[in-house]
Structure formats: C-alpha cells, structure tokens
C-alpha cells in the first residue's frame, strides 16, 4: 500500500502533466500557505500546491484514507475577465483530473470532497480542492 509520500508523488506526477508549477508542501499554517504561493514564479502559473491534510483509518472495514488539498493558483488582475476565467479553467482542469466517480492513482482511489475559494494574497486567485485518496489493507 502506498505511503503519504508516495501518494503525494503520484499526484506531483500527474499533475505536472498539465501545469507547469507543481509542488509538494508541508504546509500548515495561513502564513505558511502564503509564503509557499508567493514562492511560485507568476510565470510560471497557473500552478498546484499539494497538501496533506489528514489520515483515518478504520481497521473494521479494511479502508485507509489519506486526505489531501490541491491548491491551484493563478495571478489575480482586478476587472480582468481573462485572467478570472484563467483560474476558471485551472480550477475545471483539476476537476476533469479527479471526476466525481473517482479514479485510480498510485495505488489508491481518488475522489474529489469539496471545492473552494482560497486566496490568500491580493496578488493571486486560489481554488482548493479537497480529495480523498481511499486504500484497503
């Protein structure tokens, strides 16, 4: 069974498939966040920050669940159409990546949990998808 960084590399993998900023975080705090988003080279975005979120475990039903944020982060221009449907698409992109009926990714079962607004910085847009990585043991 896959290990927390194992399933955050395959996601870093697959992910870089379509933006070209993908990093792994050990984010914890709204500071942390922040620092890691301005980190990014607003050449270089849109991009995805991935974060792990957490773990449960329910030893009865053979299931482990590992839970991850996957930032996607674009540059914000106010009373910019373009660059708003910029983060539209980045965020469409990442749905596409984890449909509703899930997928299968480095040994494990992923389904999107929820999506979100999530700037922290009046410089960029964020979209926080939250996914659930499901294995059985």
């Known amino acids: 069974m896959p290990r927390i960084d194992e399933l955050a590399e395959a996601l870093r993998a697959d992910l870089t498939e379509i933006y070209p900023t993908v990093r792994v975080s050990a984010v914890q705090t709204p500071d942390q966040f922040l620092r890691e988003v301005r980190a990014i080279n607003p050449d270089r975005l849109p991009g995805v920050i991935i974060v792990f979120d957490s773990f449960s475990g329910n030893s009865g039903e053979g299931i482990e669940e590992y839970h991850f944020t996957l930032v996607v982060v674009d540059r914000f221009v ?47 847009a964020a979209l926080a998808l939250g996914i659930v990585c499901k294995q059985g043991f």
Request: net charge negative; proline share 4%.
């Open 78 to 124: 106010a009373g910019s159409n373009e660059r708003a449907f910029s983060v539209f698409k980045a965020g469409a992109d990442l749905l596409d990546r984890f449909p509703r009926d899930g997928r299968s990714l480095g040994g494990a079962f992923i389904t999107p949990a929820d999506i979100t607004a999530a700037s922290c910085d009046d410089n960029f």
